[in-house]
């Protein structure tokens, strides 16, 4: 359904709209926790490293499309806001056509360099052939994890975040049971994994590029949008690139990382692959509010509804850091129990050493959660304004300070080096997003034009 989110208060507004968006995150991380859980309490410890030094390369593929799903994202909502319904559609058909493109290259580029960027993060020779089949076969799957976030995207930008949940859904439950016949049953090891991924990751794509183009053609069935505009590729890739080159650079950064954590024993690798996928959750389930609060500030910008803006920043604020304390508070509870998600019980003196690591992970980390989210909703606002520079700067310096800290403090202080390498990352970056938000510079960002009633200029609502 798609839904205009300029008017209504602005809490339901957000809870309504990030209730599903929620839920596939969750969904989607259950099926990549699936992946994980099962390689390494049905497969060995060896296999999950492995799967977890795989996700550091396929981490870099999905900047370029999560990258691109949010210059699409702001553009289309921006566009549907203003009721100009012929570029909204006009938009996506775009990015359809530029994404499909986009990953063709990838294909071709991932297959050249899977192995170069394993040798590059100091892999052990245990963990890189599994690494690598997994690569081999996640690769020719691109073209669905690029149009799939297209899809969300669109769907995101048009307000209706229940039709991407259905498929998500659906696409992760089969996941998790593939995995379960593939690895269990059939016992296809690390390569299995990556075929139960590929293959419902397809589903997901298909089913969703289906609907898109079904609710485009029902919507406003006069309004005819063309195949391909330069002007709105132009004015995607103008919001797309700098989120693109930070998402890439963050996945460097990550590998750099990972190359600091090969380091260390296999142990501490396992645990460091776990523990990132339990971060990674619990960022995404942030993000994902983060992006409602994108699609509402962007559609009311859009639509000169600049005093609306506030609001929304404080709904989703509340929103996010609910979540962030309920998963910090059950993490800190039961520690052990997160950490053996992952790990093959069945033998505990192998185990010691992946456990202990795991838990410094999470008393060191999860504090940080708090401010964590509020960078996340702060960008959000930054994001739906187009205040790309903004956005960019706090995500970059994240990223220098954690790199930089993994490496001082990895050597100074080993393991736990690198888990406060993660939490001093979030600390200034938190407060650069806010002020970029409180003093409102985003504002600039906004094209000087009457809303649609004619009541002034959209800049000086908030003056």
């Known amino acids: 359904m798609i839904t ?48 977890g030094v795989a996700g550091m390369v396929t981490f870099l593929f999905m900047a370029f499309a999560t990258g691109s799903n949010i210059g699409i994202s702001v553009v289309v909502s921006q566009h549907f806001g203003a009721k100009d319904y012929e570029k909204t559609k006009t938009a996506v058909y775009t990015s359809l056509i530029s994404m499909a493109t986009l990953a063709a290259v990838f294909t071709v580029a991932g297959v050249l360099i899977s ?90 794509s298909v089913a969703a590029l289906t609907a898109l183009l079904l609710r485009l053609r029902r919507f406003e069935p006069g309004v ?12 995607t890739a103008r919001l797309a690139v700098p989120s693109i080159l930070q998402q890439s650079f963050v996945s460097v950064g990550n590998i750099m990382i990972m190359a600091k954590v090969n380091t260390f024993n296999n142990d501490f690798v396992a645990a460091y692959s776990s523990c990132i996928k339990l971060n990674t959750f619990v960022i995404n389930c942030c993000m994902t509010v983060g992006n409602a609060v994108s699609s509402y500030s962007a559609q009311n910008i859009g639509a000169g509804e600049l005093q609306r803006i506030k609001g929304g920043f404080r709904s989703g604020l509340v929103i996010g850091e609910s979540v962030a304390l309920l998963v910090m508070t059950v993490f800190m509870i039961f520690p052990k129990a997160v950490i053996t998600l992952f790990l093959d019980t069945s033998r505990p003196e192998l185990i010691q050493g992946a456990i202990a690591a795991g838990k410094n992970f999470i008393y060191i980390v999860t504090p940080f959660y708090v401010l964590m989210t509020l960078k996340i909703i ?21 990223l220098f300070l954690r790199v930089l800290f993994s490496y001082v403090l990895g050597t100074l202080i080993g393991e736990n080096g690198i888990w406060w390498a993660i939490s001093i990352g979030w600390v200034l970056p938190s407060a ?15 094209k000087k034009r009457r809303p649609p009633d004619g009541s002034g200029d959209l800049n000086n609502q908030l003056m």
């Open 115 to 204: 192995s170069p960027l394993l040798d590059m993060m100091n892999t052990d020779s245990s963990i890189k052939a599994p690494a690598l089949e997994y690569l081999n076969i996640y690769i020719f799957g691109l073209i669905f994890l690029f149009i799939y976030n297209t899809c969300n995207g669109a769907f995101s930008a048009l307000g209706d975040s229940t039709t991407p949940f259905i498929f998500l859904a659906i696409s992760s439950l089969s996941n998790i049971a593939l995995d379960v016949v593939f690895v269990i049953f059939l016992d296809m090891g690390v390569a299995g994994v990556a075929w139960a991924t590929f293959i419902c990751q397809g589903f997901a």
């Open 224 to 235: 005819k949008g063309r195949p391909f505009s330069f002007a709105l590729f132009k004015e």
């Open 378 to 398: 702060s960008d959000g606002v930054l994001r739906g304004a187009g205040a790309m520079l903004e956005f960019t700067a706090g995500t970059f310096t994240s």
């Open 432 to 446: 650069m997003s806010y002020i970029f938000y409180k003093t409102g510079t985003w504002k600039r960002k906004v």
């Open 4 to 51: 205009d989110l300029t008017e209504g208060k602005p809490s339901g507004l957000i809870i309504k709209f990030t209730l599903p968006m929620l839920a596939s995150v969750i969904f989607q991380q259950l099926y990549t926790l699936a992946d994980f859980i099962i390689a390494g309490k049905f497969v060995s410890l060896d296999a999950l490293a492995a799967v």
